[in-house]
């Protein structure tokens, strides 16, 4: 049994984005462990049948996180049955977006919705009973994509660069109360997400594998780490590239597709 559960009850972990990619992933590792999971996700057909699949009793929350009273009440009914250890804000939307495009501006709004909005909305409803308990982990999904603007993904960019600083805030705000905030900046993994992309993905993880790296770094408390290692040491050496030298190396980087269902 996980050190983040009390030997007496098993682990609780409340998760978003759990319906596919590394939700799910994440989803089918914890469940395997003997955890109790809230599942939270907007395909309510799939995150049904995913609970079906996982051994054990798994509420299921069909919600958008956009919504922050679906939340609160989502919260309020996984706390009901006890305070969870782990809190994974994964909920996410990637799609690509030009400054020039009118279109693609709402799809900016729905992105600073979900990705920045929607993960410290999952976060507060569960604050105040952990901190009352003195423990528990509060983890971000965020992204190298965040590390520096990238063309044709100026919408995701900027919300990813948005949750690693808000992650940052939030970890200096609750300092001393017990709970740890894990930022967790995935590389490319084998994902519905960076199936669409049409370019090279050099060190692409599979979903499960991604997993068992993310629980780790959730196990260990670890404030920030990018998954896999090696997209660590790419984003060091893209935080040090002069802007020149950065601008010219990807004006011609692979773009994601526009117009994705949102």
């Given at each position: 049994m996980s050190a983040l559960a009390s030997t007496e009850t098993e682990m609780r972990c409340f998760l978003t984005g759990a319906s596919s990619g590394i939700g799910e992933a994440l989803a089918r590792h914890y469940a395997a462990t003997g955890a109790t999971l809230g599942l939270a996700a907007r395909r309510r057909q799939k995150?049904?049948?995913?609970?079906?699949?996982?051994?054990?009793?798994?509420?299921?929350?069909?919600?958008?996180?956009?919504?922050?009273?679906?939340?609160?009440?989502?919260?309020?009914?996984?706390?009901?049955?006890?305070?969870?250890?782990?809190?994974?804000?994964?909920?996410?939307?990637?799609?690509?977006?030009?400054?020039?495009?009118?279109?693609?501006?709402?799809?900016?709004?729905?992105?600073?919705?979900?990705?920045?909005?929607?993960?410290?909305?999952?976060?507060?409803?569960?604050?105040?009973?952990?901190?009352?308990?003195?423990?528990?982990?509060?983890?971000?999904?965020?992204?190298?994509?965040?590390?520096?603007?990238?063309?044709?993904?100026?919408?995701?960019?900027?919300?990813?660069?948005?949750?690693?600083?808000?992650?940052?805030?939030?970890?200096?705000?609750?300092?001393?109360?017990?709970?740890?905030?894990?930022?967790?900046?995935?590389?490319?993994?084998?994902?519905?997400?960076?199936?669409?992309?049409r370019y090279p993905m050099p060190f692409l993880l599979p979903a499960d594998e991604a997993a068992r790296r993310f629980a780790r770094a959730i196990e260990r408390g670890t404030s920030y780490t990018v998954i896999p290692w090696q997209m660590g040491v790419v984003a060091k050496l893209m935080r040090l590239l002069p802007n020149p030298v950065f601008d010219r190396l990807f004006a011609r980087a692979g773009r994601k597709p526009r117009g994705l269902d949102l």
């Amino acid at each position: 049994m996980s050190a983040l559960a009390s030997t007496e009850t098993e682990m609780r972990c409340f998760l978003t984005g759990a319906s596919s990619g590394i939700g799910e992933a994440l989803a089918r590792h914890y469940a395997a462990t003997g955890a109790t999971l809230g599942l939270a996700a907007r395909r309510r057909q799939k995150l049904e049948a995913l609970a079906a699949e996982l051994p054990g009793n798994h509420p299921c929350y069909p919600l958008d996180v956009a919504d922050a009273e679906a939340m609160r009440a989502a919260a309020a009914d996984f706390l009901a049955g006890g305070v969870p250890d782990i809190v994974i804000a994964n909920a996410g939307i990637s799609v690509g977006t030009l400054a020039h495009e009118a279109d693609d501006m709402a799809a900016l709004r729905r992105v600073f919705d979900t990705n920045v909005a929607g993960m410290a909305q999952t976060f507060q409803p569960f604050i105040a009973a952990m901190k009352a308990r003195g423990s528990g982990r509060l983890v971000g999904i965020a992204s190298v994509a965040g590390i520096r603007g990238l063309p044709g993904a100026g919408a995701y960019s900027a919300s990813k660069a948005a949750t690693i600083a808000y992650l940052e805030a939030l970890r200096v705000e609750l300092r001393g109360s017990g709970i740890k905030v894990v930022t967790i900046a995935p590389g490319y993994i084998a994902t519905p997400m960076t199936a669409v992309n049409r370019y090279p993905m050099p060190f692409l993880l599979p979903a499960d594998e991604a997993a068992r790296r993310f629980a780790r770094a959730i196990e260990r408390g670890t404030s920030y780490t990018v998954i896999p290692w090696q997209m660590g040491v790419v984003a060091k050496l893209m935080r040090l590239l002069p802007n020149p030298v950065f601008d010219r190396l990807f004006a011609r980087a692979g773009r994601k597709p526009r117009g994705l269902d949102l």
